[in-house]
């Protein structure tokens, strides 16, 4: 008797995880589920994919500013950072001094003249 007690034990908690299993795969199996666990992987490949984005860019600046610092010196920029005045303002105040107006012109700018 003690022996079909047990097997009988032994069965009702087999069956007992099978069922378990199988819901819970079951579970998993729903549409539902199926679109929750893409959308997840979805954002965690996102995630992934915009920190390694950021990370090659990051490098790329930091090249980028090393290498102009590298030609800058070859080239002998970086040597004197003091640049020259610009010329412009020398022919601005030139300008100003002597201003050039056309005088005796044929052209009118009266726009309602030919109306």
Do not use: C
């Not at 893409?38 to 490949?45: D, R, S």
């Amino acid at each position: 008797m003690f022996r079909r007690t047990f097997w009988f034990t032994t069965g009702v908690a087999a069956g007992v995880w099978a069922t378990t299993k199988v819901n819970r795969k079951l579970r998993q199996l729903t549409p539902e589920s199926l679109a929750a666990s893409a959308a997840n992987k979805a954002l965690e490949t996102g995630h992934r994919i915009k920190d390694r984005a950021v990370g090659f860019a990051l490098d790329v600046r930091e090249n980028m500013v090393r290498r102009e610092e590298e030609l800058g010196d070859a080239l002998g920029i970086n040597a004197d950072p003091e640049l020259p005045a610009p010329r412009r303002f020398a022919v601005i105040e030139n300008q100003r001094s002597n201003p050039k107006y056309i005088e005796n012109t044929t052209y009118s700018y009266d726009r309602n003249e030919d109306h």
